[in-house]
């Protein structure tokens, strides 16, 4: 409101934004990270990876996460973009203007990883 508008002004870091990104791709179930791997040996999973910029109030990403094989990656690729789009504008109030989706890789559900 008015009275508050004169009080100063909050921004949001991009590292912020990031993180809320990885969250929000996190939380539709067919999704998930990349492999993590040490010298060529497979050490467990991480969140997705994410490119984020904020231009004022506009934001664009870009996520690299893995898909549940056999699910359909178009199909949980639009999922990501929405919960990415509606959780970024609930927490932070910026607009998503793009959200590119690069499925890096597909998992099985035991955690897998299909070449």
């Known amino acids: 409101d008015g009275a508050e508008a004169g009080r100063g002004s909050t921004t949001v870091s991009e590292r912020a934004v990031a993180r809320i990104v990885a969250r929000a791709a996190d939380e539709v179930e067919e999704s ?43 199909q949980v690729a639009r999922r990501v973009r929405e919960s990415v789009r509606d959780r970024v504008q609930e927490l932070t109030g910026l607009t998503v203007r793009q959200v590119d989706i690069d499925v890096a890789e597909l998992e099985r559900p035991k955690g897998r990883t299909v070449s």
Do not use: C, F, N, Q
Not at 34 to 59: M, P, S, W
Not at 62 to 72: E, F, G, L, N
């Open 32 to 74: 998930g990270g990349l492999a993590r791997t040490v010298l060529g040996v497979h050490a467990g999973r991480k969140a997705a990876r994410t490119d984020v910029r904020v231009d004022g109030e506009i934001v664009t990403a870009r996520v690299a996460m893995s898909v549940a094989y056999p699910r359909p990656v178009r």
